[in-house]
């Protein structure tokens, strides 16, 4: 009788052993948040931020805010408040971040706190819009400044520009698609690469003071134009450089430790890269004057003639490196956008799948690539950064708002981090302020397409997400299949608390 015992125990575990065997050879779901625990230390955090947030804006921008307030004095004094308004709006998002400790940014938030639709539109409007134009925004930027040392004195061909901005975004998604760690250790050299050269270029502005080269800032408040109109777009160019505040919002799941990590990363990144754009824009004023500044197709690049020498070509290369960076960490961070709203239902459901291989949201990060290329055909940067910046502060302000409401509505919720209620009354306001202040000042129909664009995802809410018809099913779900097979991938794994 023992005998028989020990063989059946035996035939047990060996039964046992074969199960796990076949499990781990054939995994059946997967699980983002750990297998891609990746930000181990805060210092990830802050190159997340910083290499996500300085890229293509500081030598793109510049010119834009000149051209909105015409002196240097306003010019300097709005890329300070919008380095303040970011800090804000950021520390708003760690108390969200650590309170609601999801993936996706805004969307779980306002899915707490306003329910499905505010966060479909928000979804529909950052997979479609704001988050694709901004990819698009950055490879353009890297376009332009990848191909002007080949057209000397003259502006390089647009079918060159978008050729070279399309090929930056088929590599950074495939970088992306293949491996999380490999995405983060070019992020993190490419945060080293543009903290190089902006600190050339602060050292040289510096170095250039010392000397005495301050007739630029002698008046600086004189012949600038103020208005209510003008104020708003110059913030709209410069927030559009201070973009990313919120990106770690987007990776929550895999920071290790956010309620410490998510916040330290905030207070020591935005200041930094607050007091990097005022010095470099100071840096800017010493070698050229407003009109000069106006007048150059690249800023930076001409700042290097002027300065480096015979070593001005590192200007060029580090921006580059600079704004690839910038897309990088784009791109990592809205694949994630894509990933959530996909597991919600909220979108095509092989969205929120996982690669088997790479155990990366794959299928999100290729959809978010090719939506982004579409960008590029007909993109015109300035209109591209207006349109962006109009639709984000949209959801920026509501988001803000939503933590308000929680304040009240879900005071159960535990707040590791509890800022001054003050603190989101402002920035809410602010929105409010720079989503209406173009439109009722200087009235575009690009404004009005937007909202249009906006609300016009009630309707797809309505037909495929609440009514869920059957027909869209029958269609999804053999493309579901074969795409499956085609990039390897699985469901994520339910989690079960």
Known sequence: MGEESLKKRKGDDKGREDRQSIQSHEPQRMNLQKQANLFLFSFCGICMIVGTIIGSGIFVSPKSVLANVEAVGPCLTIWAACGVLATLGALCFAELGT?????????????????????????????LVTKPSSFAIICLSFAEYASAPFYPGCDPPQVVIKCLAAAAIVVITIVNSLSVKLGSYLQNFLTAA?????????????VLLAQGKTENFKDSFKDSKISVSSISLAFYNGLWAYDGWNQLNYITEELKNPYRNLPLSIIIGIPLVTVCYVLINISYFTVMTSTELLQSQA????????????????????????????????????????????????????????????????????FYGAIAIIYIIPGDIDTLINYFSFA???????????????????????????IPIIIPVIVTL????LVLAPIISAPELAYLYCILFILSGLIVYVLFVHLKFNWPQKISKPMTMHLQMLLEVVPEEEVTE
């Open 99 to 127: 309170m609601i400790t999801k993936s996706g940014g805004e969307y779980p938030y306002l899915m707490e706190a306003f329910g499905p639709i505010p966060a479909f539109l928000f979804s529909w409007t950052s997979l």
């Open 194 to 206: 543009k903290m190089i050269i902006v600190t050339i270029i602060i050292v040289s502005g510096i």
């Open 299 to 366: 800023v930076a690049v001409t700042f290097g003639d002027r300065v480096l020498y015979p070593a001005s070509w590192i200007v060029p290369l580090f921006v580059v490196f600079s704004t690839l960076g910038s897309a990088n960490g784009t791109c990592f961070t809205a694949g994630r956008l894509v990933y959530v709203a996909g597991r919600e239902g909220h979108m095509l459901k092989i969205l929120s799948y996982i690669s088997v291989k790479h155990l990366t949201p794959a299928p999100a990060i290729i």
């Open 392 to 418: 984000v502060w949209i959801f920026y302000g509501l988001t803000v708002l939503a933590l308000i409401v929680m304040r009240f509505t879900r005071k159960e919720l535990r707040r590791p981090i509890r």
């Open 430 to 433: 602010v929105s409010i302020l």
